[in-house]
């Protein structure tokens, strides 16, 4: 009796220490679990933080980017708009850039030509003429024959001319655009000027389909200024706001300073 008593407490304190340690297993996995899912968590908020870092900087070069070829145009129209050679422009910009003229294409190939057994043929007892080619004079080589004009930094300058909605509170544009519709009030053209003189004269001149359309508005400073934009606009009382495309030139002086400079009126 006293053996099975014995033998009785000892299973009992078996199962007592089993449960015991599967019970400490248990509790040791949980916290491992806890602990991996705080670090899962650490490290999703330790990329996403890297990640929109990543598109910052990806959108602080993209503008940068933009800003750097809008101001390249912006000179190169300031300089053709001061006298200076388009074609000299871009050889200098491929010296710069170390850029190289594309090449031309390949000449195709023509088919040789098929010579016909039964067509007739010259007499040689009938004398022919030769044709003489008047003399060709080569054209000078001279590297300074071409004369670029040199830049005046104090003379007027003209930069890009925008069209917008609205002039601004510093009059350089507001909306700018050069789409409009035919519910649009108003409609501007913004131009910055630089070494502006009281003997220059802006003035605006509106085409539709190439046929000038409203008055031509003008504009002189009253004093020298070292810059200014210089704007003018036009609503329906000066033409019909009508569907197409127009065009405003903008002259100094009865002269064209950059071209003109295209919008479209959509309904």
């Known amino acids: 009796m006293i053996r099975f008593l014995t033998t009785f407490t000892l299973i009992i304190i078996a199962l007592i220490s089993t449960g015991c340690a599967e019970t400490g297993t248990a509790l040791t996995l949980e916290a491992n679990h806890a602990a991996a899912g705080t670090q899962i ?18 959108d602080f070069i993209s503008t940068r980017s933009s800003l750097a070829a809008t101001q390249s145009v912006f000179l190169e129209e300031t300089l053709v708009a001061t006298g200076f050679v388009p074609e000299a422009l871009a050889t200098q910009r491929e010296q710069v850039l170390g850029s190289t003229p594309t090449p031309p294409p390949s000449p195709t ?13 010259l007499d040689p007892s009938i004398p022919t003429s030769t044709m003489t080619l008047p003399p060709i004079t080569p054209l000078s080589q001279n590297p300074t024959a071409t004369v670029i004009p040199t830049f ?6 003209v930069g890009t001319i925008l069209t917008a909605t ?32 009281p003997t220059d004269t802006f003035s605006a001149h509106w085409e539709f389909d190439g046929q000038p359309v409203g008055p031509v508005y003008t504009y002189e400073p009253a004093t020298a200024l070292d810059e200014l934009c210089v704007w003018f606009f036009v609503d329906p009382t000066d033409f019909p706001f009508t569907a197409g495309s127009y065009t405003v030139d903008i002259k100094v002086n009865d002269v064209s300073v950059a071209g003109a400079v295209p919008f479209i009126i959509q309904q």
Do not use: K
């Not at 005046?152 to 300058?157: A, I, Q, V």
């Open 41 to 58: 968590a650490d490290i999703r908020l330790t990329a996403t933080v890297q990640s929109a870092r990543a598109r910052t900087t990806l």
């Open 109 to 121: 190939s023509r088919p040789e030509a098929t010579v016909d057994p039964n067509a007739p043929t």
């Open 152 to 157: 005046d930094p104090n003379g007027l300058r």
């Open 166 to 197: 609205g002039t601004g509170d510093d009059g350089c544009g507001s909306g700018i655009t050069s789409t409009f519709s035919t519910a649009t009030p108003e409609i501007f053209v913004i131009v910055p000027a630089f070494n502006l003189s």
